[in-house]
């Protein structure tokens, strides 16, 4: 039986016979070299990210303190920044007053705080049972003036605070930093009200 040797590549092809001298046979022409397989490319990192820039923190304000901190509520972003010893601690989203009753930009200071109490619009002059009149329950308030502006948690205007202005002008804030407000900050801290409608505060 006749053995095929295997094709080397320019080896003249031979069929081995046993007993008999090798036979040469017509050469098989060469393939072709396969392709070599593609390497697929490896992911490129994108040329550039995009990070979100948070907003830069205010200049604080230039005002006197006794008690290392200071306020700036800004009608501009709706946020208050406070600072403690010359450095931003905590912003907080708010909502100030309304067209109606806006809040009159100053310099305030700070005095008493109440854990919870109820404010109501005859305080400054308006019945609690006409149409614009108001009986409210609130936590967290400190006072930053004796006609009736209060910092205080607000959790009914949440979803403005941040956005618009809603109170009847006080700051409204969030029952956490109303908290963070009445557990943190001394009396007689200055909060700098800028940027509003209304009157500029006459600091009693």
């Known amino acids: 039986m006749a053995l095929a040797l295997p094709g080397v590549a320019n080896a003249v092809p031979v069929t081995v016979i046993p007993g008999l ?6 050469a098989v022409p060469g393939l072709p070299t396969p392709p070599a397989p593609s390497t697929p490319e490896a992911p490129q990192p994108p040329s550039s990210t995009t990070t979100e820039e948070k907003p830069a923190d205010p200049a604080i ?12 509520a800004d009608d501009n972003t709706h946020t208050i920044t406070w600072w403690h010893n ?35 619009s005859s305080t400054y ?14 936590e967290y308030a400190t006072r930053m003036s004796w006609d009736g502006i209060f910092i205080h948690a607000a959790p009914w205007s949440v979803n403005q605070q941040g956005r618009s202005n809603v109170s009847h002008g006080c700051i409204n804030v969030t029952t956490e930093y109303g908290k963070w407000v009445y557990d943190n900050v001394p009396r007689n801290t200055p909060i700098v009200v800028r940027n509003t409608i209304g009157p500029k505060y006459q600091n009693t």
Not at 21 to 26: G, S
């Open 86 to 120: 010359g450095e931003v601690v905590k912003k907080m989203p708010i909502s100030m007053g309304s067209d109606k009753n806006p809040t009159p930009h100053g310099v305030y200071y700070t005095k008493e705080k109440y854990r919870d109490m109820y404010m109501d």
């Open 125 to 138: 002059g308006v019945p609690v049972d006409s149409a614009e009149g108001y009986r409210t329950y609130v």
């Open 21 to 26: 001298p090798p036979v040469e046979i017509p």
């Open 61 to 72: 304000p230039n005002v006197k303190t006794e008690t290392g901190y200071i306020a700036l």
